[in-house]
Nanobody, 123 residues
Framework: QVQLVESGGGLVQPGGSLRLSCAAS????????MGWFRQAPGKEREFVAA????????LYADSLKGRFTISRDNAKNTVYLQMNSLKSEDTAVYYC????????????????WGQGTQVTVSS
């Protein structure tokens, strides 16, 4: 069982930045690919980014390339999502998820999920 806890969400002005963190409980975190998804009010959950266990394979939603960066620190059992140039449409609950073995764009392929962290972009 892998427990995931997101943090770092909050209120930010348009154009600002936030870094989300997702801490995993399991010592074998380094074996899992990790992903970030988000769900805006009234919308379905959508893929944001994913990273392989080594960091050698990274996937992004096309619409977010260049603004969002996913990374991981296996020594700290933590995956990050750096979000820059935030827009109001980035407002959502952001979830991290884990799967074995490799990253995927598809949420149904992820086995473990965090509880989510709210990101609100507003002036």
């Amino acid at each position: 069982q892998v427990q995931l806890v997101e943090s770092g969400g909050g209120l930010v002005q348009p154009g600002g930045s936030l870094r989300l963190s997702c801490a995993a409980s399991k010592r074998t975190f380094s074996n899992y690919a990790m992903g970030w998804f988000r769900q805006a009010p009234g919308k379905e959950r959508e893929f944001v980014a994913a990273i392989s266990w080594s960091g050698g394979t990274i996937l992004y939603a096309d619409s977010l390339k260049g603004r969002f960066t996913i990374s991981r620190d296996n020594a700290k059992n933590t995956v990050y999502l750096q979000m820059n140039s935030l827009k109001s449409e980035d407002t959502a609950v952001y979830y991290c998820a884990a799967r074995y073995p490799g990253p995927s764009y598809t949420e149904d392929r992820y086995d473990y999920w965090g509880q989510g962290t709210q990101v609100t972009v507003s002036s």
